[in-house]
């Protein structure tokens, strides 16, 4: 098995609801994030998955996270928008659109000493 990884980050504010501590204040992070795929087999030159394909699927999904309150986006307006609630929401879009692969886990690092990773 062959697992191809990039990493990116983006920057964002959010607010945990319900929380009871600091992190329920309007806060931000460089959130870090990982995103790993697997594959099996290898293509004819040799490659599992094109590192260039890879980094611009990730970077398209975390466009829309970068320079927001995430807690004024979908799906975030509805559900707190957690390290792993992130990584999920990454993943199930990633999900969609990488083809010939399976994405196997993403990484979101709030911090350079906490990390989630969501596998399904």
Request: hydrophobic share 35%; glycine share 6%; net charge positive.
């Amino acid at each position: 098995m062959y697992q191809v990884s990039v990493r990116q980050h983006f920057d964002a504010a959010h607010y945990l609801r319900g929380y009871g501590g600091r992190c329920e204040a309007l806060h931000g992070h460089r959130f870090e994030v990982v995103v790993s795929v697997k594959s099996e087999k290898l293509n004819n030159i040799g490659i599992a998955y094109d590192f260039v394909e890879l980094k611009k699927h990730v970077g398209e999904v975390l466009k829309r996270f970068d320079h927001v309150c995430l807690n004024d986006i979908a799906p975030f307006d509805k559900v707190n928008p957690s390290s792993e609630n992130i990584a999920a929401t990454i993943y199930k879009e990633l999900k969609r659109r990488i083809k010939g692969v399976a994405v196997s886990q993403v990484e979101v690092w709030e911090s350079p000493e906490s990390r989630v990773t969501y596998s399904p």
